[in-house]
């Protein structure tokens, strides 16, 4: 998630934030701040409990679009406390003021993505290392790049970014197609063997029957805790398969992702991170005028 093209789209997307947010221009500070103050300003973090920072860099891409200078204090990844300063920020006030709400709605929700995986994170490395938590397609529009990568900041795995990354057989396509077996044989026909397939299945016998039909990930969708541990170790037992990924989705929270690691899964994906995540209280303080 890093490099030229990369990066020109985040500025791309910033760019229309603003322009969401500003429309034809901001009528109550242009009405009252002259255009000549110039001021520094600081981001600090109001948030009671330690949290993962995230989004500082989308931020100074929003200052800089606006020609303010930035100063960060901290990287994305670090933990933060309250009243802790992230970040300074020098510029015309007008232009301060005009970027603010843009810059701490992006840190404050990929803050929150970050520190929520970090929680995930933490949790099953204690029981299960090697089990990787990542995210789904349950973003917000517009947003799904910078939510990703709050995912991966917080130490996650952003799994599929985009409807054409890999193929995942779901329970619509297969209300629509013949079979499982059907439905993957036609991928892997259509798209070749370098395209990774994943199906998704309800119960055990469903998930036998992708294993042999050649699917790469099977996801265990809405299964309990003993019947994920019970189509894990039927799939496991099957050797010639052994390569397979095996991913467990659907109501898995904090309070009951210990009871599915004993599975022993590839991947649990969790949608909350993304569709519903706490903001990070963050606040942009102006500290003196010049």
Do not use: W
Not at 25 to 38: F, L
Not at 132 to 157: Q, S, V
Not at 177 to 196: F, H, P, Q, T
Request: glycine share 6%; with cysteine.
């Amino acid at each position: 998630m890093c490099g030229l093209a990369d990066y020109l789209e985040r500025r791309s997307s910033i760019i229309r934030f603003l322009e969401e947010d500003i429309g034809v221009g901001d009528i109550t500070t242009n009405s009252i701040v002259p255009a000549d103050r110039i001021v520094n300003a600081v981001i600090r973090c109001n948030d009671s409990n330690e949290t993962i920072t995230c989004g500082l860099h989308e931020a100074q891409i929003v200052f800089d679009v606006c020609n303010c200078s930035t100063i960060l204090f901290i990287n994305d990844g670090s933990k933060v406390k309250k009243d802790d300063i992230v970040m300074h920020i020098r510029g015309g006030a007008r232009s301060v003021l005009k970027a603010e709400r843009t810059a701490l709605n992006l840190i404050m929700r990929m803050s929150g993505i970050a520190t929520l995986t970090r929680s995930f994170v933490n949790l099953v490395e204690k029981y299960y290392p090697k089990v990787k938590i990542t995210g789904t397609r349950k973003t917000a529009p517009g947003l799904r790049f910078f939510d990703k990568k709050a995912i991966t900041i917080g130490g996650g795995y952003p799994h599929r970014m985009r409807l054409d990354d890999m193929v995942l057989i779901k329970d619509n396509h297969l209300a629509i197609s013949d079979s499982i077996e059907k439905s993957i044989r036609m991928a892997k026909a259509n798209l070749g063997s370098a395209v990774r397939i994943e199906c998704e299945v309800k119960n055990t016998e469903e998930a036998m029957r992708a294993a042999k039909a050649g699917a790469n990930v099977i996801m265990f969708d809405n299964f309990t805790p003993s019947e994920a541990e019970m189509g894990v170790k039927a799939i496991r037992e099957l050797e010639a398969f052994d390569d397979i990924e095996i991913e467990l989705s659907g109501g898995i929270t904090l309070d009951n992702i210990i009871n599915y690691v004993k599975a022993q899964p590839d991947l649990i994906s969790v949608g909350h991170l993304t569709h519903s995540p706490t903001a990070v209280d963050y606040s942009l303080e102006i500290v003196n005028n010049i």
